[in-house]
């Protein structure tokens, strides 16, 4: 069965500080890749999603992801962080051939002190 | 666009009562999501649907847990009996066209306590 790891399950920084969060899955076919956000208050949305091309992603808000198939992961980076990014992160998963069941990790917490 | 609704929004009730939870997909939607957050757990897919159809209900918990999608733009999940263990947040997602590429537009959740 598919799972998904998100290796932090709290992270702190200070602002302009550089952020990497790490995920990794388990499957070993063709997947789609995605990162969902939930800010205070507010409903998961998606920041970016990975399923053919060009295995670095650029999201909303300065964010991407790099797709490194050999290592099973998809690691979302931005270069500086914002107070405003306090959030949880949501790294996810599905078969690329169709599969319609979407794996979440259990999520990260990031929280970024001005 | 409104985006996905979800009604109530906090929910308590006691032990053995039947709880139900709407959603509302976004308008075009084709396919349909429940979700249930928990600490221990995090963000598990109960059932999605697929043109009103159950795809797969392999998620939900036990009998005590069905969902409904009579139309295109109304789901309910439904517990009977509920249990203090049913205790999380509840989601309902929608995408547009079914594909598995498709973004999943997420309602703001039910909060469920089960005393």
């Known amino acids: 069965a598919q799972s998904v790891s998100q290796h932090n399950h709290h992270v702190i920084l200070s602002e302009a500080a550089s952020l990497e969060l790490g995920c990794n899955y388990s499957?070993?076919?063709?997947?789609?890749l995605f990162w969902y956000v939930q800010y205070p208050g507010q409903h998961l949305q998606l920041l970016l999603k990975?399923?053919?091309?060009?295995?670095l992603v650029k999201g909303i808000k300065g964010f991407e992801a790099e797709f490194i198939k050999s290592k099973f992961s998809f690691n979302l980076r931005k270069p500086s962080v914002q107070w405003s990014d306090t959030a949880e992160y949501f790294c996810?998963?599905?078969?690329?051939?169709?599969?319609?069941?979407?794996?979440f990790g259990a999520g990260t917490r990031l929280f970024v002190k001005a | 666009d409104a985006g996905v609704i979800q009604s109530p929004r906090h929910e308590v009730t006691e032990m053995g009562q039947e709880v139900t939870l709407r959603c509302k997909p976004i308008?075009?939607?084709?396919?349909l999501f429940w979700y249930r957050q928990t600490m221990m757990r995090g963000l598990e897919l109960l059932i999605y649907?697929?043109?009103?159809?159950?795809?797969?209900d392999s998620g939900m918990p036990e009998d005590r847990f069905s969902a409904k999608m009579p139309n295109a733009s109304f789901s309910t999940l439904k517990i009977q009996p509920s249990e203090p263990r049913d205790s999380a947040v509840y989601f309902c997602?929608?995408?547009?066209?079914?594909?598995?590429?498709?973004?999943?537009?997420f309602g703001p959740g039910t909060r469920l306590t089960v005393l």
């Open positions: 990975y399923f053919s091309g060009d295995p």
């Open positions: 997602a929608s995408s547009p066209s079914g594909r598995n590429t498709d973004t999943q537009y």
């Open positions: 308008s075009g939607h084709n396919s």
């Open positions: 996810a998963v599905n078969e690329g051939t169709g599969g319609f069941k979407t794996i």
């Open positions: 649907f697929n043109n009103n159809v159950p795809i797969d």
């Open positions: 499957y070993g076919g063709t997947v789609n």
